[in-house]
């Protein structure tokens, strides 16, 4: 008996220095990443019953649950790394578990990596409206500053003509703002194409039982919530980069920033396209994203090259062309129809690149009749600048046929047109107007017999021929 009560105080002592020990034998286990067994000691010290009136081991174990509160919160900090290793998720889901067997560790990591997405996209917009607000500030600056210099000039050079002072071109900054509009989509798609696959792979193991295999309640983890949240995403980075490409200037259409925005885009779709990367109502949304920017940017071009083509008509400087530079054509040209064919081959060869791609992505109907309609938009804008062009010849060709025929007035021109065309007059111009009217019916000629043949059968495999085979660049 006596023997009894000895080993009962030994067994108690031993409790008692094990329970003193627990704190900093948990930690040490901790620190080197033993888990596992900092865990089984936290459970020996629960299992420990207490007298009523051991305070101080009382405040041993509130020192011990402190530590693995600690302990806890590191595991959760650690779910938030987005490139976090499938078996280092399972194996903290499963201490997790065991710590705390009625909590969902699996669906609070997937409500982390959501947050963390939505966070990221948003701090881009911030940065981005930031860096925006900055270079607009600049540009602002910049203007009044210009705006000064010229009136200064003005005041110094009265006797100088006012319109030279005024003529010097202006940088509105369009191309800085549109280089960081460009920056701005990039890095929003940098972060979902990098982000959403891993974040899917997760929910897929959840799913299909090769997490956490030896706890069947996460086979009920539906991946319609994790789809859910995946499309949220999207939608948002979907409605960003709309607000931000119909920002990007039409005049800068010809510089790289729209083709880029969709070349990244692009390279998201095929990140979503891989197995097991995206559900596919990510897909399907980023794709319908994907042909929308490049329907837009190719409506851009369209307009871009209309406009282009009003402005260069207006800008006639009657310097005839060498023979080389017409290509050996018979009919002696001035530098008009050259430039008309330099803005159509800078919109053209865009669009026929875009089109070539849209029709290489084109799978569904949806996006076949898009590329239909796009196909017909194009079609019409390249005929309606060559029928312009036309037109804009013609009434160059008509007012010089009025100055012949109103000789009365002052050197036999009308005041106005005097002006029009003598302001585009230019060193080897040539100032006849018989000799001009020639040089219009040969521009006329080259475009009829030369020009709008060569645009014609160099893009008509752009155009819809359903609709538009019947079409011949004669009947221009």
């Known amino acids: 008996a006596q023997a009894d009560k000895i080993r009962a105080v030994q067994g108690t002592l031993q409790r008692f220095r094990t329970l003193f020990n627990l704190p900093s034998a948990i930690r040490e286990n901790i620190s080197k990443g033993e888990y596992d067994l900092a865990v ?113 000039q003005q005041d110094l050079h009265e006797s100088v003509d006012g319109s030279l002072v005024n003529s010097q071109p202006i940088d509105s900054g369009a191309e800085e703002l549109d280089a960081l509009r460009a920056r701005y989509i990039r890095r929003l798609t940098a972060v ?117 083509m009003e402005e260069e008509s207006r800008n006639e400087t009657w310097v005839p062309v060498t023979v080389l530079e017409r290509n050996k054509s018979p009919y002696a040209i001035s530098s008009l129809p050259l430039a008309f064919r330099s803005v159509m081959v800078a919109a053209m060869d865009r669009i026929d690149m875009m ?13 076949l009749m898009m590329l239909q309609e796009i196909q017909e938009s194009v079609t019409l804008s390249f005929f309606n600048c060559l029928l312009g062009f036309a037109g804009q010849m013609e009434r160059i060709g008509g007012d010089l046929g009025r100055i012949k025929q109103h000789l009365p007035f002052e050197n036999g021109y009308y005041p106005d047109v005097v002006e029009e065309f003598s302001f585009h007059h230019r060193p080897g111009s040539i100032t006849d107007q018989h000799q001009q009217l020639l040089m219009v019916l040969s521009n006329i000629g080259f475009c009829k017999d030369d020009l709008f043949s060569e645009m014609y059968n160099k893009y008509k495999h752009v155009f819809l021929k359903s609709r538009y085979e019947p079409i011949q660049c004669t009947r221009i």
Not at 73 to 102: A, C, G, K
Not at 132 to 146: C, R, V
Not at 268 to 290: G, H
Not at 355 to 367: C, G, H, P, Q, V
């Open 40 to 152: 089984r000691e936290y459970r020996k010290a629960n299992s420990i019953v207490l007298p009523s009136h051991a305070g101080m081991l009382k405040r041993v174990l509130e020192e011990v649950e402190n530590v693995m509160h600690d302990f806890k919160r590191m595991l959760y900090e650690s779910m938030e790394d987005p490139h976090i290793d499938l078996t280092n998720l399972e194996n903290i889901v499963r201490l997790l578990l065991e710590l705390e067997p009625e909590s969902d560790p699996v669906r609070r990591y997937f409500g982390i990596q959501n947050r963390r997405i939505q966070i990221l996209l948003d701090d881009c917009t911030f940065d981005h409206e930031s860096r925006m607000e900055n270079l607009q500030n600049k540009l602002h600056e910049k203007a009044l500053s210009d705006e000064n210099w010229k009136k200064i």
């Open 192 to 308: 979902i194409m990098h982000l959403i696959p891993p974040f899917w792979k997760v929910a897929l193991s959840v799913s299909s039982g090769k997490f956490a295999k030896n706890k069947g309640r996460y086979f009920g983890h539906s991946l319609e919530v994790v789809s859910g949240m995946i499309h949220e995403i999207i939608s948002a980075y979907d409605s960003k980069v709309q607000n931000t490409f119909l920002e990007l200037e039409e005049t800068n259409v010809i510089c790289p920033y729209m083709s880029d925005a969709i070349m990244d885009i692009s390279k998201a779709c095929q990140a979503f396209d891989a197995k097991e990367a995206a559900p596919t109502i990510a897909v399907e949304s980023l794709r319908a994203l994907l042909f929308e920017s490049t329907k837009l940017y190719i409506m851009k071009l369209c307009s871009w090259m209309r406009t282009s």
């Open 355 to 367: 089109i070539k791609f849209i029709r290489s992505e084109a799978t569904s109907e949806d996006s």
